[in-house]
């Protein structure tokens, strides 16, 4: 009886100390707990924080993007305002910054070229008539191998290339060839043989070569054998002449075609080359020839032609220039170089051809 009353001693302090044990442990989970508490709620405070910096610096960048993107353009316009309105083709309006800054890089560019070849001595623009897009002082334009110069709008004299020159070869290079109103093709130009004491021309090349390759054609010439009716319409006495062929073309690229008549009159021999407008009007008499103007000694007949005109940009500006070539009697032959733009015509007019030797 003792002994069990001894075991159940035993087992009652047994179980007190279990309880105590436990207690203790559950106390130093609920320490352990409640130290890590602050330490999740600290680093979550942290991270929120953090999260917050980088959406702030998100939306600071855009908004100071757009900004600094809007007072570009407005910088952009207020310089191409300031520009000069030949300078500017109001046409082209790029969709994004890049392309407008590009495009006032090229439009500065451009007028920055402009002023060089004003102010130099070796200046391809003379008189503000021409306005090349390409500033290219090496340009060499020819006509039927001889040099042209482009550089004014007049009445030409062609020149012959002089081969005792070391300049001589910077001409044998390869031209891009026009006649008859089309392209033909590319060709290496030679040197002829000697034409006179030390002078030669330009072979293998058409009628009118171009060192530059660039579209000198960019609109469509057509050739008929009648009188547009706008045009009879308002010059009844064109229907005098017995040959009659008319060159349509929109020369200054405003979409109206203006029109050039090459007219003759057989049986008073008199022959002329006229420029009309789109609307019909006479602009002028480009030029003409009597027969009292041609060789005496010669029993042909000589009338101005379709031969005679070319219409061709030779100074790639986007213009297509009338070139009317003037017949001569003797010395070189001249080329008159007209341009139409915008109801100016610009070159001289009125030319009087002659085959009398004087």
């Known amino acids: 009886m003792e002994n069990l009353d001894k075991e159940q001693k035993d087992k009652k302090e047994k179980a007190e100390k279990d309880d105590v044990k436990e207690t203790k442990e559950q106390l130093n989970k609920d320490s352990d707990k409640k130290e890590s508490e602050p330490i999740k709620i600290k680093i979550g405070t942290v991270g929120n924080f953090i999260f917050a910096a980088f959406i702030v610096l998100i ?46 890089a090229n439009i500065i560019d451009s007028a920055l070229a402009d002023v060089t070849n004003q102010t130099s001595n070796n200046s391809a623009v003379t008189d503000g008539s021409n306005t090349r897009k390409i500033l290219n002082e090496e340009l060499v334009v020819l006509y039927n191998g001889l040099i042209l110069d482009t550089s004014k709008m007049d009445e030409v004299t062609l020149k012959y290339i002089d081969n005792t020159s070391d300049a001589a070869d910077k001409y044998v290079i390869t031209y891009y060839n026009y006649e008859n109103y089309s392209f033909k093709e590319p060709k290496l130009g030679t040197l002829s043989t000697q034409l006179y004491e030390g002078l030669v021309k330009i072979d293998n090349v058409g009628k009118v070569a ?149």
């Open 59 to 104: 939306l600071g960048t855009g908004a100071l993007t757009y900004y600094l993107i809007h007072q570009e353009k407005e910088s952009v316009n207020e310089i191409v305002s300031s520009l000069p309105e030949n300078l500017v083709n109001t046409s082209v309006q790029p969709e994004n910054t890049n392309e407008v800054v590009d495009s006032l």
């Open 210 to 358: 171009i060192s530059e390759d660039y579209e000198a054609i960019p609109r469509i010439v057509k050739v008929v054998n009648t009188v547009p009716t706008i045009v009879l319409d308002n010059n009844p006495n064109i229907a005098d002449y017995t040959s009659v062929k008319t060159l349509i073309v929109d020369l200054d690229g405003n979409q109206t075609d203006e029109y050039i008549l090459i007219l003759a009159n057989k049986k008073t021999g008199f022959s002329k080359i006229t420029l009309v407008d789109s609307k019909g009007s006479k602009v002028n008499d480009l030029a003409s020839i009597e027969k009292s103007k041609w060789k005496k000694d010669s029993t042909a007949e000589y009338y101005l032609n379709i031969n005679n005109v070319e219409i061709l940009d030779i100074d790639n500006d986007g213009i297509m220039e009338i070139m009317v070539e003037i017949p001569q009697a003797t010395g070189n032959p001249t080329v008159s170089l007209l341009k139409y733009n915008n109801g100016i015509l610009q070159g001289k007019t009125g030319i009087e051809c002659s085959l009398v030797v004087e």
